[in-house]
Every structure is written in C-alpha cells, then in structure tokens.
C-alpha cells in the first residue's frame, strides 16, 4: 500500500472554488477507483489557506490510473486558478504501518 501527501496553499479569495473542486477529485476518487482506499482533505488549524490532502492508493499501479482518470484531470487544472504558484508537493511513499 502506498500514500501519497500533498501539501498546498490556497490563494486568497478562491477558498470555494477550491473546496468544491478538491470535494469533486477526493469524492470521485474513492468512490470510483478500486485502488483509492483512502482520500482525506484536512485545513490546517494555524491556516485555513493551508490543506494537506491524504491519499492512499493499493499500490502504484492504482495511483497512476488515479492521475489518468477525467476527474484528476478537471484537479489539475483547478489547481492554476486556486493554488498559489509553487506551493503544492507531493509525496509519495510506501505505508508501514495502518491501524484500521
């Protein structure tokens, strides 16, 4: 099993735009790819601007379908009008240990 842990930021003034497009990625995602197990979108408690995305995928496979599929992406392009330039990073890397 692997995640993936996305860091951004989110410009001033495009707080709606993007919840509903990033509710639009996470909820499709787990309910559509059988490799999604898992895709959490958390505000930061020091700045409601600041998301971490938590995502876990079945294995690698199901993460590059992930980024195939129609809905990743309307994300994408979302993200060049609601992220601020250079502030989103991804992170991939292998679970160790998942309780539940």
Same mark, same amino acid.
């Given at each position: 099993?692997?995640? *993936? /842990? ?13 919840? $509903?497009? /990033? ?14 197990? *898992? ?10 601007? @600041?998301?971490?995305?938590?995502? @876990?995928?079945?294995?690698?496979? $199901?993460?590059?379908?992930? @980024? $195939?599929?129609?809905?990743?992406? @309307?994300w994408?392009?979302?993200? &060049?009008r609601?992220?601020?330039? &250079? ?9 160790t240990?998942? *309780?539940?």
């Amino acid at each position: 099993m692997i995640a *993936q /842990i996305v860091t951004l930021h989110v410009r001033p003034g495009e707080l709606a735009g993007f919840t $509903a497009a /990033i509710a639009e990625n996470a909820e499709t995602s787990v309910w559509t790819e059988a490799g999604c197990l *898992q895709f959490d979108v958390v505000a930061t408690d020091a700045d409601d601007h @600041r998301f971490v995305l938590y995502e @876990r995928y079945t294995d690698e496979a $199901a993460l590059t379908a992930h @980024r $195939a599929t129609a809905h990743f992406a @309307r994300w994408s392009e979302a993200v &060049g009008r609601y992220v601020v330039d &250079g502030s989103k990073v991804n992170t991939v890397g292998t679970v160790t240990v998942h *309780q539940g």
